[in-house]
Antibody, heavy 121, light 107 residues
Framework: QLQLQESGPGLVKPSETLSLTCTVSGGSISSSSDYWGWIRQPPGKGLEWIGSISYSGTTYDNPSLKSRVTMSVDMSKNQFSLKLTSVTAADTAVYYC?????????????WGRGTLVTVSS | DIQMTQSPSSLSASVGDRVTITCRASQSISSYLNWYQQKPGKAPKILIYAASNLQSGVPSRFSGGGSGTDFTLTITSLQPEDFATYYCQQSYSTPFTFGPGTKVDIK
């Protein structure tokens, strides 16, 4: 049974880089039909799609984040990662990793539990 | 970007009630509309994809409809475990965007 688990620092200082990893277990990240994505949710607010990446490195991201986002895949570790640079308090959120199992319809059918990242000095 | 709106923003209902939530897109998105349920402290869970397709394992009391710009999520007989926040999401074009959510609580 495929599972996703986010990991990374829970506290990041303003202007620094937020780095998160999502580990895929129970299956391979190398499926040609899957895309792996990041979605965030500020406390008490709604959901924002950050971006998605295929195992081959094709990426789609949200222009609202003004090129601060880098995503990558490590097939040897069955992981994919997110880096968000120049963070501010507005980047404080629960960050979820998620799978798109059908890139024709682009819905997120499998989610990690989420990890809270707080931006504060 | 395609803007998504939902109505109502919240509603109170009783067990057994029929509940309908509406989602509207700022432009036509064909049937590229998905619905999620989120409970406090939990990740969202997919309920309906491509407007009307029930995700495997989701109870049949959930149904979705609509196309173009107007969509609905209906729960035919509300159960205690259905009290949650519901989000729509368009997957017609990037950036994928979510509605602001509809909170369903107990009357």
């Amino acid at each position: 049974q495929l599972q996703l688990q986010e990991s990374g620092p829970g506290l990041v200082k303003p202007s620094e880089t937020l780095s998160l990893t999502c580990t895929v277990s129970g299956g391979s990240i190398s499926s040609s039909s899957d895309y792996w994505g990041w979605i965030r949710q500020p406390p008490g607010k709604g959901l924002e799609w950050i971006g998605s990446i295929s195992y081959s490195g094709t990426t789609y991201d949200n222009p609202s984040l003004k090129s601060r986002v880098t995503m990558s895949v490590d097939m040897s570790k069955n992981q994919f990662s997110l880096k968000l640079t120049s963070v501010t308090a507005a980047d404080t959120a629960v960050y979820y990793c998620a799978r798109t199992g059908d890139k024709g319809t682009w819905y997120f059918d499998l989610w990690g539990r989420g990890t809270l990242v707080t931006v504060s000095s | 970007d395609i803007q998504m709106t939902q109505s109502p923003s919240s509603l109170s209902a009783s067990v057994g009630d029929r509940v309908t939530i509406t989602c509207r897109a700022s432009q036509s998105i064909s049937s590229y509309l998905n619905w999620y349920q989120q409970k406090p402290g939990k990740a969202p869970k997919i309920l309906i994809y491509a407007a009307s397709n029930l995700q495997s394992g989701v109870p049949s009391r959930f149904s979705g409809g609509g196309s173009g710009t107007d969509f609905t999520l209906t729960i035919t007989s509300l159960q205690p475990e259905d009290f949650a926040t519901y989000y729509c999401q368009q997957s017609y074009s990037t950036p994928f965007t979510f509605g602001p959510g509809t909170k369903v609580d107990i009357k």
